[in-house]
């Protein structure tokens, strides 16, 4: 187990790159701490792979530097930097039984016998595995070959991290949720520093203590799932966590406040800058329908269960709203109430409030 330490880290895949276009990754700064659940979420392209790639060793850096326990390892090969990876499909032998499976990364260091009894057996029985051990990994159904390649990652208790790319890809929508619960679980079991890498927000929030947000190359905020969920640094962040996303609408700056759509919207507290291309962020969690307030029309709805989305227009805007009352008619006439506490202003995309108590 390591702290892993990430310093001023970029690449291009150019040879000459000259404009910061041509880099995948940007400036990029981390500090894990040994033995923590971290996960790097973001959409497809910005720059997940190249930055685990850099970690695990198999790519170089063009600049910056990878510091296992504050030991150098920028330019380690992988097999020198004792990391176990998990990737998007099962890696397994296919004709061993899932008790060789697990314990052949041991044996291929020459661990003694007993300690790897002890310790396939603990792993099996963590990931619901024990009852299966004599059987072929060829026979068992595709989540159980994940839950072999998780294993064989997990077995080694020497690993300075342990790092999952898209790990339940593979899986079936119904079995995800008890994989990643499963997940948790042996994190809080065994302490290695786990990096999960996911484009997916509800694999990032349920696995990880902190989530790494990236876009275009660069990490735009680092944070708590409740940080992300409750103050968002930025509106890409805001917009791509939470279900539907935060509300990012446009406001004009007056001389004591904004206004949208020319409605007066209080905020969670003081603007910190008077100048840039402002909007609000507010979730739709904390819009309110009520008898006063912003007029909007109904322009569609749905029954997501317990709670009714509501997609709300208000001038050429529209504003999502999730409801636990009975869904109002499409076309109705209707009034927002925006939470002031809850409702942030940004600037450039950037969070430009503060103050609030929210
Ligand atoms: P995904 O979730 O689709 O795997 P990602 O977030 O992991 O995406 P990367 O695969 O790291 O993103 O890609 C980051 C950027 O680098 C993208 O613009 C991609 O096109 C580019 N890129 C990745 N690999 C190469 C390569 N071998 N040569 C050139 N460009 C590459």
Redesign the pocket.
């Known amino acids: 187990m390591a702290e892993i330490v990430l310093e001023r880290l970029s690449h291009s ?1 150019f040879p000459n790159p000259s404009s910061t276009r041509d880099y ?1 990754l940007r400036n990029i700064e981390l500090k894990w701490s040994d033995g923590g659940a971290y996960a790097l979420l ?10 685990l790639n850099i970690i695990s060793g198999l790519l170089n850096p063009t600049e910056g530097r990878v510091l296992f326990d504050k030991k150098d390892v920028t330019h380690l090969p992988p097999d020198k930097r004792n990391i176990a990876q998990v990737f998007q499909f099962p890696v397994i032998y296919d004709t061993m039984t899932v008790y060789d499976n697990l314990a052949f990364p041991l044996r291929n260091r020459g661990v003694d016998s007993q300690f790897i009894d002890q310790r396939v057996r603990a792993i099996a029985s963590m990931l619901e595995l024990d009852s299966r051990l004599s059987l072929r990994a060829a026979n068992l159904a595709p989540d159980d070959k994940q839950k072999i390649s998780m294993g064989r990652g997990l077995v080694r208790d020497d690993v300075n991290v342990i790092m999952f790319d898209e790990p339940l890809t593979v899986i079936d929508p119904e079995l995800k949720w008890k994989l990643r619960s499963k997940l948790k679980e042996l994190h809080q079991n065994i302490s290695l520093t786990m990096i999960y890498v996911t ?1 997916d927000q509800t694999e990032a929030l349920t696995f990880a203590d902190e989530v790494i947000v ?1 876009q275009d ?1 660069e990490i735009v905020q680092v944070g708590t799932p409740i940080e992300l969920f409750e103050r968002p640094l930025h509106t890409f962040v805001g917009h791509f966590i939470g279900s539907p996303g935060m509300n990012i609408l446009p406001v004009e700056m007056t001389g004591n406040g904004v206004c949208f759509h020319g409605h007066p919207v209080a905020l969670e507290g003081t603007a910190t800058t008077k100048t840039g291309k402002f909007e609000i962020g507010i979730r739709p969690e904390f819009v309110k329908v009520c008898s006063s307030g912003i007029p909007a029309k109904v322009h569609k709805t749905a029954d997501i269960g317990r709670h009714t989305v509501i997609e709300a227009q208000v001038g050429v805007s529209s504003v999502n709203v999730i409801s636990s009352g009975p869904p109002p008619a499409l076309g109705a006439h209707i009034h927002l109430e925006f939470i002031p506490e809850h409702t942030r202003l940004y600037a450039d995309g950037w969070i430009a409030s503060e103050g609030g108590s929210g």
């Open positions: 895949y995948a973001g959409p497809s392209g910005c720059g997940k792979s190249t930055l484009h990236m190359g």
